[in-house]
């Protein structure tokens, strides 16, 4: 206890060298805190970006390539899935719900999901958050379109703005359905999932413009090269004409049932009983209508992680290196300072200090620091957080957590702690050490 | 050499038998007394060039180094049964200690670097009832009264050998071990540290033994010792 008073009038003395110290220190700390927080909240957000859905389905493909295409819209199935068997999947008694998912179209570069009603009721993402409108309410009409929170802040649409889609999934798509435009009726609420890039529109708002199109007659003239659309049959020229009759009487009222799609791209499983989606993914991977591929989200997920999680893994270990070095800058000053305080030793040992005296006075200097370090770097995490969230946010879709400092990042600030004492030994032995030498000789 | 002083005690401060103290094994001892016996309360001179081993004996009559052979006895205890930790709180309680010069702690106040003892004794603290003021009752007593609040690293090098030796005087210890405080001021301040140091260790009552190369201060003192090249 004595020595902690005269630690800590030692270091006030020597201020700015050990707030040189602090700083570094602190900065290291906040960076390491920082990136950890990234990873957690970037491997959370990825690892939640799809939840409560027990299967994904879809044509014969890998795990991880379904859930691209079906999740996180990137590239392209490379096939189609009946209808019929979209429904005999989904009458199974031990399923409470599908959401059919039908990929193909894009806006602007922002990929247009056609999809139902279920998809409002039963999506999850993160920890079981369902989707919520901003603003407007969801798609009713075959023409209706409701907004990812991206694509509605990118581009600045309003509810009731029409927009229309291009075939394919180029960001430039030449080839637009001009004829057939949307209407915006909602928008939905942010949710750092690439829902916020989808433009989500009915599966017979994509049957009708497909219909309308390969009606034209003008068929040839586009190129299929970037699309599989699930109702681009090209089988099915003949019957464009009375499909598009069937839209007609449809937008007139007369028979909902009629703008049915032949096929979609992929469809979203949720059972009454988790349990039961190991045997209909067993039941579906071998079933013999059709090639079908069943994964589950979170398996898959963290599939593709691993190969996501190398970028991490160097984060990581560069705010490791950068802790390591404002460490080993400790480490350098605290024994800078010991050549000055030579003299103090040797009067401290003259008043009755004992070598241990002066070795916990060293201790508890590099623990003080340490601690200083510590509470600053945290501060300045919360500093940092408070600015970078509305920016990572927005250039992202992460949702960085203001929330308390969590178990493990106790532990590597524990750690930290730690390595901060261990480095302070290293000066503390040698000034022990030389203060039992040097005894009561002053040498300055 | 040993005439009686006033102040004759049962318990002689200081005895050294047969001493030898060598920092290496192969060279000879850098320091032989064969018998040397400071009574309590004496003021005693020692008297040595740098060289002369006047390093290692302050070193092993405060505790710090231990004596290879012979004994080294303080206020009746032998340093030589008496581990490093031990000899360190011996310190603490019965030793005031004035270096040559650079006394002072530059972060403490003057009433701090004053009072510092006191924080390692319990023994030295016990018998000061208010450290603030008796540190200002010393520094008074040794002309610094005015001084008190200053920064140390702003006093002349004859101020901070005051406040060294107040601090060497606080909590009234035994024995007052002085290495060369004198050197550093010339010789009119000299004389005056000296006397200043002599009132205020008769009335703490202690045994003052003052290390110094300057000959001409040895007749103010009660005995003289001289230490030649390590071989008195």
Known sequence: MMTLGLSWKSIRHRGFTVALTVISLSLGVALLLGVERMRSEAREGFTNTISGTDLIVGARTGDVSLLLSSVFRIGNATQNISWETYEKISKNPQVAWTIPLSLGDSHKGYRVLGTSAEYFDHYRYGRKQALEMAEGVRFADTYDAVLGAEVARKLGYQISDEIVLAHGSGDVSFVEHTDKPFRVVGVLKATGTPVDRAVHVSLEGIEAVHVGWDGSGDHDGHDHSNCNHPAHDHGDHETGMDRLAAIESTLAGEDPNSLEPETITAFLVGMHSRVDAVFLQRSINTYKGEALSAVMPGVALQELWQVVGVVETTLLVISLFVLGVSLAGMLSSLLASLNERRREMAILRSVGARPVHILSLIVVESILLTTASIAAGIALLYGMLLVARPVVLEKTGLQLGFGMLSSWELILIGLVMLVGLLVGLVPAWLCYRRSLSDGLTVRV | ?232
């Open chain 2, 1 to 232: 050499m040993n005439e009686p002083s006033s102040n004759v005690d049962a318990v002689p401060a200081i005895v050294l038998d047969s001493l030898r103290y060598a920092w290496s094994d192969v060279m000879s001892p850098d320091l032989v007394i064969n018998d040397l016996q400071v009574r309590s309360g004496d003021r005693w001179f020692i008297e040595g060039a740098s060289g002369s081993g006047k390093s290692t004996l302050l070193g092993l009559l405060s505790g710090v180094l231990a004596p290879q052979k012979g004994g080294v006895t303080v206020l009746g205890k032998r340093f030589d049964d008496m581990g490093g930790a031990e000899r360190d709180r011996f310190r603490a309680d019965h030793i005031g200690y004035i270096f040559q010069m650079f006394n002072l702690i530059p972060y403490l106040s003057v009433i701090e670097n004053v009072t510092l003892p006191l924080r390692f004794s319990k023994r030295r603290r016990k018998r000061v009832s208010d450290p603030d003021k008796e540190a200002r009752r010393l520094l008074e007593h040794l002309g610094m009264g005015k001084l008190a609040e200053r920064k140390v690293t702003k006093l002349s090098v004859g101020q901070q050998q005051r406040v060294a030796a107040a601090r060497a005087l606080i909590g009234s210890p035994e024995l007052i071990l002085a290495d060369e405080p004198t050197s550093a001021l010339d010789e009119g301040h000299s004389e005056g540290f000296v006397k200043l140091l002599f009132d205020e260790c008769k009335t703490a009552g202690s045994t003052l033994v003052f290390v110094s190369h300057d000959s001409r201060l040895a007749g103010l003192f009660d005995q003289s010792f001289r230490l030649e090249g390590g071989h008195p």
